[in-house]
DNA sequence: CAGACTACCCGCCAAG
DNA sequence: TTCTTGGCGGGTAGTC
């Protein structure tokens, strides 16, 4: 359970990143029945720190408050190689090493690369940094091509708005699909830009331009996800060969037909999970699969656990 | 859980 | 010429 938050900066703070963060951790939206987060700004010396924009941020904690919490999070780092104070990555490193998590946001992976918690883990940064990241800490495993990487307690995540998937993505982990909906809702993200793999999603984020008729379909497809739903029929549906059909949506969402709405299926499952007591071949049925036993088989693939026990964890959990 | 059957999907390529 | 289309093969993933 994560109560406790705390935003790295160093010389520069980005501000459009940081803004993140605040939006998902630093605002009070017990309203909407979102849990609360004691969230600050930590840099290795309180003071006034700059933005590109000239607009200066007054931190008030030092890196001390690092120890304090359950979750770092590196907004960005601009100065990339230069190094974080010895301090800041001395705290970061005895936080992951004491079992906490850290996120880092488009350049953040690099202050989380010279503190060596990265060393033999997979990790994104910005395409634009990525041969950099590759080249300056070879013993990160850079991937260039996903929104975010979850590498035991680290994530990584690519340029600035993966770093909202990336962070929804914690918070389901942390908190349900429902919860990790409803801050998905409040902050009026489309519904299914908060994906469902457990350790990396390749890239389902729909884009709303060019294409066709899919964003429809893929609309249709979330409140359709009983029916069989095989990709021929999809095709037929927005009028394109299977092959065509299947080149458009990768382009589009950077998955596979089958893939999305496998995907679907099982964030579906995870919500009939948390917020019914349907059984589970119940659930399966309704998410669209045959079978218990098919349900079973993905979702422990995905989620490292079985349905039983996810549910039963969530239970717990309250 | 193994095995058979089916669906998927990606490289390839000819055609428009 | 360059780009898109869509059929085909066949290895792989998924289903029962």
Redesign the pocket.
Known sequence: MITSVVAVVGDVAATFELGIVEQVFGLDRRDVGLPTYDFDVAAHRVGAVPTASGVDIAVTHGPERIAEADLVVVPAWPQLLTPAAPSVLGAVRAHVEGGGRVLAICSGAFLLAQSGVLDGRRAATHWQFADLLRRSFPRVRVDADVLYVEDGPVITSAGAAAGVDACLHLVRTEYGTAVANALARRMVLPPHRAGGQAQFVETPVPVAEAGGDLPGLLAWVDDHLDR???????ARAVH???????????RLTG????????GR?LAHVEELLETTDLPVDAVARRA????G???R??FA?RRGVGPAEYRRTFREAG
């Open positions: 069989p739903l095989r990709v021929a029929d999809l394109l060969s299977p092959r065509t059909f299947a080149r458009h949506f990768g998955t596979t037909p089958h893939q999305y709405v496998l299926r669209g699969f045959g079978s036993d098919a349900m088989y993905h693939a």
